[in-house]
């Protein structure tokens, strides 16, 4: 298949609730160092010659329609966002955005070596593991030899612990059509549904979805203050001295 190397679709449309006590604008606009989230993410995408950038707005959609001064991208906006999760999302990007590419979450800070792996990748589909954070709400993927068997949010529903997601992967043309199928099938009652837990987890059981484990990979979600507290303390101090190592 054909590198993704100049697309990424970021899912920014959510509410933030659990963050929004402490933190009013989108969970992208969460500053664990100099820059926040999304500025990082969009710097290292065009760092790495990936240009062609879609973003899904929800809440706070103006702050990133501002953004758009600094950073090359095209907003595509879920009005629906209060009531619906990151598959319906992707769905309103569907139609805009031509598979192979990046997808990823708006509110992780990840290593820039997350990006190369993908994009040198020539399977169909790859979602990137990393070893065991201990995080907290971790997303756990089950599976053996490269190939996805479930992917969820209870330990007791994986047999076979492959990583935890990290809200990066490569959606190639024929993986696109089948998430889209998938979410066609669920609306209106699946509005509320996700693209990892939900969409790629049902697929796995019929359609060959893969997985990249890079077990010393360093990144974090940030979905409360101490996952925040956790990214400024120990995630970007360890990324800054990834990022010196030659």
């Keep these: 298949m054909d590198k993704a190397t100049g697309r990424a679709l970021i899912l920014a449309a959510g509410l933030g609730s659990r963050i929004s006590g402490t933190h009013s604008l989108p969970k992208g606009f969460l500053k664990p160092g100099e820059e926040t989230l999304i500025e990082r993410s969009l710097r290292l995408l065009g760092r790495n010659g990936i240009t062609d950038i879609y973003l899904v707005t ?7 329609e501002e953004l758009k001064k600094h950073f090359p991208f095209t907003t ?28 990823l979450e708006s509110d992780i800070l990840y290593e820039e070596r997350s990006l190369s792996i993908l994009q040198q ?11 065991r954070t201990n995080s907290g709400d971790e997303v756990y993927v089950s599976g053996h030899a490269g190939r996805i068997h479930a992917i ?3 330990p007791q529903k994986i047999e076979h612990l492959a990583g935890e997601l990290t809200g990066i992967s490569l959606i190639g043309k024929e993986t696109h059509a089948a998430m889209i199928r998938y979410a066609e099938s669920t ?16 697929l796995a059981s019929t359609f060959p979805l893969y997985y990249l484990l890079v077990p010393d990979l360093i990144w974090c979600e940030i979905d409360d203050p ?9 995630i970007l101090p360890a990324l800054r001295s990834k990022e010196k190592t030659p």
């Design 58 to 64: 929800g809440s706070g959609y103006n702050h990133y």
């Design 76 to 103: 595509i906006h879920n009005a629906d966002y209060a009531k619906t999760g990151s598959l319906y999302s992707y769905m309103v990007a569907a139609r805009q955005v031509e598979p192979p590419f990046l997808l």
């Design 121 to 131: 990748c020539t399977m169909e589909n790859a979602v990137l593991l990393s070893g």
């Design 152 to 154: 969820s949010k209870d």
């Design 187 to 202: 609306f209106p009652a699946g509005r509320s549904e996700h693209y990892e837990t939900d969409a790629l987890n049902s």
């Design 226 to 234: 101490a996952h925040l507290e956790r990214a400024r303390t120990k």
